[in-house]
């Protein structure tokens, strides 16, 4: 169909060493095993980085479209690689510039990103 959305995009294999665990995961299955329980959350990277697919100005809402990478550790040869791209709505926030003048949106991890 051609509105269907090709995104989420995940990554299993390492395309250096074709290893499907990351550092991430084993961690937090160890996690799990010592504390007897089960995580049932969202998908678990290392690193997130977001790019905004939109200026807020341009938005109607208090939410922005952005791109969402994450990355992980291989945890067969150690190589930092793409796990998972999606598309998600964050919401956007505000902080008060130097100065004080006005109150430019912001978007980022810290910044109204989970």
Known sequence: MPN???FPIEFPEC???R???????LATQEIERKT??????PFTSFE????MLATPQKIAG???PVLMSHFDICAGC???RCTKVEIINAPITYQQPPGGQG???????GRGLS
């Not at 997130?48 to 790019?51: L, R, S």
């Not at 109150?103 to 991890?109: I, K, L, N, Q």
């Open 4 to 6: 269907e959305s090709r």
């Open 15 to 17: 395309p250096k060493c």
């Open 19 to 25: 290893s499907t665990e990351t550092v991430t995961e």
């Open 36 to 41: 007897g329980t089960k995580r049932g959350g």
């Open 48 to 51: 997130k980085v977001g790019a």
């Open 62 to 64: 208090l939410t922005v």
């Open 78 to 80: 150690g190589q930092r």
């Open 103 to 109: 109150f430019p949106p912001f978007v980022g991890p």
